[in-house]
């Protein structure tokens, strides 16, 4: 059994969800039911991205496996909490509480998560124990980069696609999609307009029909790129009968809880959307359209912009008491209020989470901690129509 029980960081803000340049701040807690030496109780406020991928080397003599990862760091502080000037000492047994405050630097990249890479941000709070190894305490929290769609001269942008495919030689009919968006510009929660189609000429029923919100991901290691597609929303369109057409104009798609495009401030992760209908025509033929799109989390203050409900519209005012002033202002003016919502991207912290040595260049191993592991997933801007305020926020 540990000799530190509860042991754990509680930050000051009930989400744990900040901004760059924002106070991060809150106690590290512990109860020791024995007396332990040791030569500080410390607190580490981490931030980096790390990816990492394996490439099959199929050319050569002697085929093998590659691997491929590149480290950033971004942000680094290490708070001691109690220490002696590296002498040892005791804790006895009790409860310890240990205040804690600090700044994030302006330039952080948005949290994000996938299977092979990640741009994380923690506290990892540790005693030392020279002999026994530390006992570890390790907490996540989400960072959000601002990306304010209006600073994009593309948001404002319609964009069209057009996919035609011909069956049976030309004899039997084509199956033509078509897909468009008045603008290229949304935020989480925001509904999309879509005006498209498919047309399906053939005598044959088409049966699956669907359209994606994909995340395009491009990972890039130290000398070698890997690009990643996820499927972050699927919508089910159903059958498509012989001789008939599929309109879609009366279907309106709500944006999920997303990091921003194009991971700014990060050189390892780039990040882009686009929405994309696909139908299957034969087993080996699909008929595909697919328009770019620019998520953000700051909205057009031009253009209609549709919100969803106000389901969790109460939890607005904290997180607006949050936001810079200058997005503040923004938003207010806007008939959407910004709220904090947990994404899909669930990952788990495991033991051998990868902590930056000292030498980051150089970094290739993954550092084994004590605490136990931890499913987390981060929390983006979502928006949802403002309560009982008109378009000017009051």
């Known amino acids: 059994m540990s000799v530190a029980k509860n042991f754990k960081i509680i930050l000051t803000k009930s989400h744990v969800v900040y901004f760059p340049g924002q106070d991060i701040d809150g106690i590290v807690q512990f109860n020791i039911g024995e007396k332990i030496e040791t030569t500080g109780v410390h607190l580490e406020l981490t931030g980096l991205s790390y990816v990492s991928f394996e490439e099959k080397l199929k050319k050569t003599k002697n085929a093998g496996i590659c691997h491929h990862s590149s480290l950033e760091r971004y942000w680094h502080t290490k708070i ?19 205040p804690f405050t600090a700044q994030l630097p302006d ?3 948005t949290s994000f998560e996938c299977e092979n890479g990640c ?12 002999s026994q190894g530390d006992l570890d305490c390790l907490l996540p929290f989400t960072v959000i980069t601002f990306f304010n769609l209006n600073d994009s001269p593309y948001a404002m942008r319609s964009e ?3 996919d035609v495919q011909t069956v049976g030689c030309c004899t039997s009919g084509s199956v033509n999609t078509r897909l468009k968006v008045a603008k290229l510009g949304y935020v989480p929660g925001e509904k999309i ?3 498209g189609e498919c047309d399906n000429k053939t005598q044959n029923t088409l049966k ?17 790129e890997r690009f990643l597609q996820k499927d972050v929303r699927t919508w089910r369109l159903g059958e498509i009968q012989a001789n008939t057409t599929l309109c879609l104009d009366d279907l309106h798609l709500v944006v999920p809880p997303l990091p921003s495009s194009g991971s700014r ?13 696909t139908v299957q025509v034969t087993s080996g033929v699909t008929s595909t359209a697919s328009v770019g799109l620019i998520i953000g989390n700051v909205p057009l203050e031009l253009g209609d912009n549709v919100f969803t409900g106000r389901k969790g519209a109460d939890d607005s005012e904290h997180t607006d008491k949050q936001l810079p002033d200058p997005i503040r202002s923004l938003t207010r003016k806007l008939n959407g209020a910004a709220v904090s919502r947990d994404s899909d991207f669930t990952v788990t912290l495991d033991h051998y989470f990868p902590l930056p040595g000292p030498g980051v260049d150089d970094y290739q191993e993954r550092v084994p901690l004590q605490c136990p592991e931890i499913k987390w997933h981060p929390s983006y801007l979502c928006f949802v129509q ?4 008109g378009t000017d926020g009051t």
Request: aromatic content about 10%; overall charge negative; hydrophobic content about 30%.
């Open 208 to 224: 699956n029909a669907s359209l994606d919100l994909k995340m395009n991901i491009t990972l890039k290691a130290t000398d070698k």
């Open 265 to 277: 401030f990060c050189n390892n992760i780039d990040v882009h959307y686009c929405l994309q209908l």
């Open 160 to 162: 069209e696609a057009e």
């Open 119 to 130: 741009t994380r941000y923690y506290l990892r709070s540790y005693i030392s124990r020279e």
């Open 386 to 389: 403002r309560p009982d305020k």
């Open 80 to 98: 001691d909490l109690a220490t002696k000037d590296g002498a040892t000492f005791s804790l006895t047994t009790g409860t310890y509480q240990y």
């Open 107 to 109: 330039d952080l990249p």
């Open 193 to 195: 307009h879509i005006n």
